[in-house]
């Protein structure tokens, strides 16, 4: 059972998920409704996510609704061991470490798809993938499962186009009160500071490079400018970088920004963004920060050919020195900074994320049997009541349509 580092640390953890629950009023209410109805009875919940406070409230939500839980990290940075250990002890199955090592990180997935799941959380696709090519007996069981982000949708998809793909599974990123707020509000406050808390460094007056303008691009850029810095984007795709132009920000081929950054965020999900030919550009002492999903958009590979290094500077901070002096720092070893060197987005904003993967969990488990295996949106209505819970949450009233009003809106031959 359970692998995980120090289980003496489960008295922080608890204390470390109290406080999120108490920022977290969507989940509560789930956790109230779903632990009368318990709707997850019997069933095994495989989770590959960042364990931290927020996952980890998620968590016992969902066997507060009746599900067993096992769960694994989705990133060997991002596990906070205290928390690994608090919900060890409230009876979760846990295979997590921080700085696991390639083969513990990939031991712990296998623990985890070896539980023979019926329904399963994944960030990033690497549970989903695995239970396709290593379980195949453990397929039929699978009822569904729900992905956190891009990088896994994109996966999903492939497989799905591929006609792989054997359960169905829950586009939670698409859910508009996933990525509207979490993507872009989430990722821009914790990539900011997931800078601030590895380097201690001012961002005002700062050049920052943010590279790819998705949702969670836009938040980085946003947050960057907000705290003084002139930020500067590079994009592939036009709409895109247009729509970074009318935002207010300089746009430019990232041979160009690498010459002028002070700070360089990537967001694209795509893999060898940062090469060698933009280091070499480089001024003395720049950051690079990652916030993509996965450790490939920085080449560290590259950097470590043509650099010395790397040296540790700083907890989360690695120096990599060239021949002439000037020197490279990459933050969280190129991993998601945001959970890297910091806690990962902020509880309100989860609220909203976990809310939807555990209705998604719960959709799936009350359509058993009567979707295909294929990618599904997260039906509206769940979308609106998270909306709606949230602003009940906040305390925000809002106005509703008058009688007329609606007649107005559905007709066509009124003058
Ligand atoms: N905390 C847990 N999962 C997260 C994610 N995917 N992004 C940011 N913070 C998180």
């Given at each position: 059972m359970n692998m995980i580092r120090d289980e003496s640390l489960a008295p922080e953890g608890l204390e470390k998920i109290r406080w999120v629950k108490e920022h977290m009023p969507v989940l509560k209410n789930l956790e109230s409704t779903l632990g009368k109805s318990k709707p997850l009875r019997g069933i095994n919940v495989a989770i590959c996510l960042h364990l931290e406070a927020k996952t980890a409230y998620m968590a016992l939500v969902l066997k507060e609704a009746g599900a067993g839980v096992v769960i694994t990290g989705s990133n060997p940075l991002s596990t906070q061991d205290s928390i690994a250990a608090g919900l060890a002890s409230r009876g979760v199955e846990v295979y997590a470490r921080y700085n696991a090592t390639a083969e513990e990180y990939k031991e712990y997935l296998y623990k985890t798809a070896s539980s023979a799941p019926g329904l399963v959380i994944d960030d990033g696709g690497d549970l989903v993938s695995l239970l396709h090519k290593k379980f195949p007996e453990h397929l039929p069981n699978v009822i569904g499962a729900a992905e956190e982000t891009t990088t896994g949708l994109i996966r999903a998809r492939a497989m799905e186009k591929a006609g792989a793909l054997a359960f169905p599974i829950m586009a939670v990123n698409d859910a508009l009160c996933k990525y509207l707020f979490d993507n872009r509000y989430g990722t821009g406050q914790s990539v900011v500071d997931g800078i601030m808390r590895s380097t201690n460094l001012i961002i005002a007056g700062k050049i920052v490079v943010v590279i790819g303008y998705g949702w969670c691009g836009k938040g980085v850029a946003m947050r960057a400018n907000g705290m003084g810095a002139r930020v500067i984007v590079c994009e592939v795709e036009e709409?895109?970088?247009?729509?970074?132009?009318?935002?207010?920000?300089?746009?430019?081929?990232?041979?160009?920004?690498?010459?002028?950054?002070?700070?360089?965020?990537?967001?694209?999900?795509?893999?060898?963004?940062?090469?060698?030919?933009?280091?070499?550009?480089?001024?003395?002492?720049?950051?690079?920060?990652?916030?993509?999903?996965?450790?490939?958009?920085?080449?560290?590979?590259?950097?470590?050919?043509?650099?010395?290094?790397?040296?540790?500077?700083?907890?989360?901070?690695?120096?990599?020195?060239?021949?002439?002096?000037?020197?490279?720092?990459?933050?969280?070893?190129?991993?998601?900074?945001?959970?890297?060197?910091?806690?990962?987005?902020?509880?309100?904003?989860?609220?909203?994320?976990?809310?939807?993967?555990?209705?998604?969990?719960?959709?799936?488990?009350?359509?058993?049997?009567?979707?295909?295996?294929?990618?599904?949106?997260?039906?509206?209505?769940?979308?609106?009541?998270?909306?709606?819970?949230?602003?009940?949450?906040?305390?925000i009233k809002i106005d509703s349509l008058t009688e007329q009003q609606k007649t107005y809106l559905e007709s066509w031959e009124l003058d």
């Amino acid at each position: 059972m359970n692998m995980i580092r120090d289980e003496s640390l489960a008295p922080e953890g608890l204390e470390k998920i109290r406080w999120v629950k108490e920022h977290m009023p969507v989940l509560k209410n789930l956790e109230s409704t779903l632990g009368k109805s318990k709707p997850l009875r019997g069933i095994n919940v495989a989770i590959c996510l960042h364990l931290e406070a927020k996952t980890a409230y998620m968590a016992l939500v969902l066997k507060e609704a009746g599900a067993g839980v096992v769960i694994t990290g989705s990133n060997p940075l991002s596990t906070q061991d205290s928390i690994a250990a608090g919900l060890a002890s409230r009876g979760v199955e846990v295979y997590a470490r921080y700085n696991a090592t390639a083969e513990e990180y990939k031991e712990y997935l296998y623990k985890t798809a070896s539980s023979a799941p019926g329904l399963v959380i994944d960030d990033g696709g690497d549970l989903v993938s695995l239970l396709h090519k290593k379980f195949p007996e453990h397929l039929p069981n699978v009822i569904g499962a729900a992905e956190e982000t891009t990088t896994g949708l994109i996966r999903a998809r492939a497989m799905e186009k591929a006609g792989a793909l054997a359960f169905p599974i829950m586009a939670v990123n698409d859910a508009l009160c996933k990525y509207l707020f979490d993507n872009r509000y989430g990722t821009g406050q914790s990539v900011v500071d997931g800078i601030m808390r590895s380097t201690n460094l001012i961002i005002a007056g700062k050049i920052v490079v943010v590279i790819g303008y998705g949702w969670c691009g836009k938040g980085v850029a946003m947050r960057a400018n907000g705290m003084g810095a002139r930020v500067i984007v590079c994009e592939v795709e036009e709409i895109k970088a247009l729509e970074a132009h009318m935002d207010g920000y300089e746009v430019m081929p990232l041979i160009d920004a690498a010459a002028e950054g002070d700070i360089f965020v990537t967001v694209t999900g795509c893999s060898k963004i940062l090469t060698e030919a933009h280091f070499k550009a480089m001024k003395d002492q720049v950051i690079l920060a990652n916030a993509g999903h996965f450790d490939i958009e920085i080449d560290k590979e590259a950097l470590a050919a043509i650099t010395e290094g790397p040296r540790r500077v700083r907890k989360d901070v690695d120096a990599y020195i060239f021949p002439d002096g000037r020197r490279i720092y990459l933050l969280g070893e190129g991993r998601l900074v945001n959970l890297a060197a910091a806690d990962g987005h902020p509880a309100e904003i989860m609220d909203m994320s976990f809310a939807l993967q555990v209705m998604a969990l719960k959709y799936l488990s009350d359509n058993a049997g009567d979707l295909e295996n294929i990618v599904h949106p997260v039906p509206a209505e769940l979308d609106k009541e998270v909306a709606s819970l949230k602003l009940q949450g906040l305390g925000i009233k809002i106005d509703s349509l008058t009688e007329q009003q609606k007649t107005y809106l559905e007709s066509w031959e009124l003058d």
